[in-house]
Nanobody
């Protein structure tokens, strides 16, 4: 069974850093698109950062220059390095996986839309303190 497990969340002072990890079990996501989403109370889930199977990345405007998405070569672990954290970054963070389209060897376009992501982790809470 495909599973994603996030870790690394916690409480941090504004301006601080955290590194989130997402470990895949039951499969490797080397051919998948992967993304980090976040959801704050009362708000919709939004994409934070995404990466294609080939390693092309994209970021929400709100985190550009502060967050970095990366993955290990084996395709087992996804990371989100978060620097210069702000109060508005407080949310539950989820990693998600979007498999290749039928007939494709890999996922070439990482979507903004959570609808296209089939596998989700349970989430990890990030709280930024003033």
């Amino acid at each position: 069974q495909e599973q994603l497990v996030e870790s690394g969340g916690g409480s941090v002072q504004a301006g601080g850093s955290l590194r989130l990890s997402c470990v895949a079990s039951g499969y490797t996501f080397s051919s998948y698109c992967m993304a980090w989403f976040r959801q704050a109370p009362g708000k919709e889930r939004e994409v934070v950062a995404r990466v294609t199977a080939a390693g092309a990345t994209g970021y929400a405007d709100s985190v550009k220059g502060r967050f970095t998405i990366s993955k290990d070569r084996a395709g087992n672990t996804l990371y989100l390095q978060m620097n210069s954290l702000k109060l508005e970054d407080t949310a539950t963070y989820y990693c998600a996986a979007d498999p290749p389209l039928p007939g494709n060897r890999a996922c070439y376009l990482a979507s903004f839309d959570p609808y296209y992501y089939d596998v989700w982790g349970q989430g990890t809470q990030v709280t930024v303190l003033s």
